[in-house]
């Protein structure tokens, strides 16, 4: 099977950090010369990327080696990514599977194609070593969208909190230095991108191995040119101290907007989940930001049903949130996995009382996203549209983007707006929650 001819189909499940890393995969299939397609055009290869942090990562990757089979039987099935660095045997033994790949060996996926291509259909074989082998950064970002790219500034983690898995999966913390980082945010300003979202799976832990920290790389980052926004894609509440707000509030180019994981709103849970801040920390460092950019957007994770999380704790969670301005949720549902501390804990949560939590706080997230959108009715604010299936309702003829502080805006579809940064008004919200703009001036396209 010359790969001249060949071509290769990927799906990806889980994170941003996810999506750049097939990003680089699929390139380096390029490079082998490989013809990227989509999975229901009939690949000779199929690779699938997926992720360990949901309960259903297991039945995920099942269902998605099935229906590749049903594509086509006589392809070649690759497996990578965290649920495939921490179950690799058992991956394996999926009817279809031809390879599973570990975290040190994901990114010699052509070599090992090249390698065992011949062999599809015959017994998968795993390569994959300890975590613990782990070291290498390897630099990502994803280069399909003309818009956003999600740039992989940071892998693995330290922090071992008691319910995660990620650190089992990706290794300790390490990353690139800010020289090669800042080259890295070059070559995607090159490509015409207009925002890079900065990714890792701890992004705040940037350049620890390194002797440099975050902040110098936001610096360095802010000076980049032909990139018009960057996101900080999520940031820990112990990491993100007032130099890394001050620099946001003042940049021309970083956007007010963070991510900031909270998990829980009792100082008790927060311990057993071994998170490095309590509630006052994380209330202050909110307070810090709205009290620098009042119109800066604030998104928060939290994971309901920990072991030992008593209704009582629960509803302290529910009333932190309610008293501190945040603007929206993430809410995860805690699942058991392998090999954490938690899964060792006592008192486990019924799953329907879980799941019932995470509905009353999702219901609380939609109040608040709605009362950040509604403040902003009536303001002008620089709105990013976007390129693709992401940026173009085709049913409603309609344009989407992101403002600076992420409220989504649509407008009438008009090519002249797409990949370009507008002043638009702000008129009203629609049913569906979206906010109705009007252009007032198109700076950059
Ligand atoms: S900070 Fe905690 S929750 Fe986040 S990746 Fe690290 S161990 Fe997991």
């Not at 010699?108 to 070593?129: K, Y």
């Not at 920990?306 to 805690?334: C, M, N, W």
Request: include cysteine; charge should be negative.
């Amino acid at each position: 099977m010359g790969s001249s001819s060949r071509t290769a189909a990927f799906h990806t499940l889980g994170c941003k950090l996810n999506f750049a890393e097939t990003s680089t995969l699929a390139r380096s299939l390029e490079e082998a010369g490989y013809a990227r397609v989509r999975v229901e055009e009939r690949p000779d290869v199929f690779v699938l990327n997926t992720c360990s942090v949901t309960e259903n990562a297991d039945k995920e990757c099942r269902r998605h080696v099935r229906r590749f089979r049903g594509i086509n039987p006589d392809a070649f099935i690759a497996v990578v990514g965290c649920y495939a660095q921490l179950k690799p045997d058992e991956i394996v033994t999926i009817p279809g599977v031809d390879l599973v790949l570990g975290a040190n060996e994901k990114f010699n996926l052509a070599e090992h194609i090249e390698r065992l291509a011949e062999h599809a259909g015959g017994d998968g074989v795993v390569i994959a070593g300890p975590i613990k082998e782990v070291k290498r950064f390897i630099p990502s970002y994803n280069a399909n969208d003309r818009t956003r790219t999600f740039l992989k500034v940071q892998d693995g983690c330290d922090y071992f909190c008691s319910f995660c898995t990620i650190p089992l999966a990706r290794g300790r913390s390490r990353s690139a230095t800010i020289a090669e980082t800042v080259e890295q945010a070059r070559a995607v300003a090159a490509s015409g991108v207009k925002e890079i979202v900065l990714t890792g799976v701890n992004t705040g832990d940037f350049g620890r191995q390194h002797g440099e920290d975050f902040l110098q790389l936001i610096e360095a980052l802010d000076r980049v040119e032909g990139i018009e926004r960057f996101r900080i894609s999520s940031i820990e509440p112990n990491l993100c101290h007032d130099g890394v707000i001050d620099l946001v509030a003042t940049s021309q180019r970083f956007v007010p907007h963070f991510h900031i994981p909270l998990q829980s709103g009792s100082d008790v849970i927060l311990q057993r989940m071994r998170r490095r801040y309590d509630t006052a920390l994380y209330a202050e460092r909110v307070h810090r930001i709205k009290q620098r950019m009042p119109d800066a957007c604030i998104g928060v994770d939290v994971i309901t049903g920990t072991p030992g999380e008593t209704d009582e704790e629960f509803q302290k969670t529910h009333a932190f949130i309610r008293s501190i301005p945040v603007d929206y949720l993430h809410v995860f549902t805690y699942s058991e996995r392998a090999n954490t501390t938690a899964v060792r804990m006592e008192d486990a949560i019924p799953m329907e009382v879980r799941r019932e939590r995470t509905k009353q706080l999702r219901i609380l997230s939609t109040k608040l996203q709605r009362a950040f959108y509604e403040k902003h009715i009536g303001t002008t604010r620089p709105v990013l549209f976007e390129h693709g299936e992401t940026g173009h309702d085709q049913e409603r003829g309609e344009i989407l983007g992101f403002t600076d502080n992420y409220v989504r805006v649509a407008l009438p579809f008009d090519p002249q707006l797409v990949n370009g940064v507008s002043s638009v008004h702000m008129d009203a919200l629609n049913g569906e929650g979206l906010m109705r703009g009007s252009i007032t001036s198109a700076v950059g396209v």
